[in-house]
């Protein structure tokens, strides 16, 4: 009899072979700048916990607490046994953030992306996406059944070109974008995406997973940065990165939420947010109003991050926290990532099929401080010029 698994081995072979294989880390400690890593002390650019909260002694009471309260699953769906006033006032907190009539909170940002593009669009639609697009866009994109195209990184000429052949052929149409680019860095330009939507009647989806809590005077996010506050627009992200806690959420208009209660499956067939996962979103909202310091100091420390960085590395363009070092190859990727991690600086290497170049991806958070930028400026002062690849530049 043939082991219908046996194509597991050659697979798994195949990703060894081009590098590409991953495996977990065990993270010991409290998230933070600095933790524990298999029983070394690291300073953390690995995370996306850009404002500090996910430590912080005010989310973890307030997650406590609404596990006292209303105990530790929420039972249920939304819709049936599992809709708590808790959900209904961080959904509020969101939109009061956003400035939008309305939101609505799923288990995850993934889960967030993959109903409301599945709700909006179906197969007599079309949706234009970037191509460095989060794999979440991408696979709602998929799931929805619409024809979908992927135009070159940022072309917002290739777009208005998709537009201009293919509106015609459908109902609706659908633009996706990541806000910041989540392996880059870069900015979507939203202003003038919100140009194309209007002329081409195609609605926008904006994926401020990254944006939210640290752009923008109140830390709306990109579409506030570039003073977008009220376009129409569908606006999705995490609770999981600045926010500190776990799950996702769309914000808009409230014909827009209505319709998702009622028509996005990952919202209607799955658990609501967990009440700790709930309260500590709620907290950490209430923080970006009451502490915009974080947000100050969130850019400062960008700035001398990238000081330090630009000095060793090409650093791919970027207008956010995420600070990439180019690199040539996924073994370089590799041996830079080891041999800083030796000296007790914990940065990942991202390789294909992730990116299509491999680098060291830098994550710059508000509560790193001054001794963990002369560690990081240290480490990689002490890199051979081989290693970093300058003798190939
Ligand atoms: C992280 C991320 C998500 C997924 O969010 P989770 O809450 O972690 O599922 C979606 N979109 C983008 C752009 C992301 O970076």
Redesign the pocket.
């Known amino acids: 009899m043939a082991d219908p698994y046996a194509w597991l081995t050659p697979a798994l072979k195949t990703i060894h072979r081009a590098q590409w294989h991953r495996t977990v880390q065990t993270v010991a400690g409290k998230a933070g700048p600095v933790v524990e890593l298999g029983g070394q002390r690291v300073i953390n650019f690995a995370s996306?916990d850009y404002l500090g909260l996910a430590g912080d002694e005010r989310l973890i009471t307030a997650a406590i607490a609404a596990t006292a309260a209303y105990g530790t699953g929420s039972t249920g769906s939304r819709l049936t046994s599992g809709h708590r006033q808790l959900h209904q006032d961080l959904e509020r907190a969101i939109a009061d953030l956003k400035q939008t009539e309305e939101a609505i909170v799923f288990s995850?940002?993934?889960?967030?992306?993959l109903g409301a593009i599945a709700a909006v669009v179906g197969p007599r639609d079309g949706v234009m996406g970037d191509r460095y697009?989060?794999s979440?866009?991408k696979m709602g994109a998929k799931l929805s059944g619409a024809t979908v195209y992927e135009f070159p990184h940022g072309d917002l000429a290739a777009l208005t070109q998709l537009l201009q052949e293919h509106r015609h052929q459908y109902r609706r149409c659908l633009i996706t974008t990541?806000s910041?680019f989540?392996m880059d860095g870069d900015l979507a330009a939203v202003p003038e995406l919100l140009a194309i939507a209007a002329q081409y009647e195609a609605m926008l989806l904006i994926?401020e997973?990254?944006g939210t809590g640290v752009f923008g005077p109140h830390g709306a996010g990109v579409v506030e940065h570039f003073g977008c506050t009220g376009q129409p627009l569908i606006q999705?992200g995490?609770?999981?990165?600045a926010l500190g806690s776990?799950?996702?959420y769309v914000a808009g208009s409230a014909e827009l939420i209505d319709f998702l209660r009622n028509r996005a499956p990952s919202w209607i067939y799955t658990t609501g947010l967990s009440p700790a996962d709930t309260a500590a979103a709620k907290e950490a909202i209430a923080l970006l109003h009451r502490e915009p310091q974080r947000r100050a100091q969130l850019w400062r420390n960008v700035d001398t991050a990238k000081q330090i960085l630009s000095q060793s590395f090409p650093l791919l363009p970027s207008a956010s926290p995420i600070l990439c070092a180019q690199l040539h190859s996924p073994a370089q990727a590799l041996d830079l990532a080891a041999q800083l991690r030796h000296g007790g600086i914990w940065v990942p290497a991202i390789r294909p099929p992730t990116v299509p170049t491999s680098r060291l991806r830098f994550s710059i958070m508000a509560s790193h401080d001054a001794n963990h930028f002369q560690q990081l400026k240290q480490g990689i002062g002490s890199l051979s010029p081989r290693a970093k690849g300058k003798e190939q530049c």
């Open positions: 996306n995850s940002g993934y889960l967030a992306n697009n989060h979440s866009l990541d910041v989540s994926d997973a990254h999705v995490t609770l999981s990165k776990l799950g996702g």
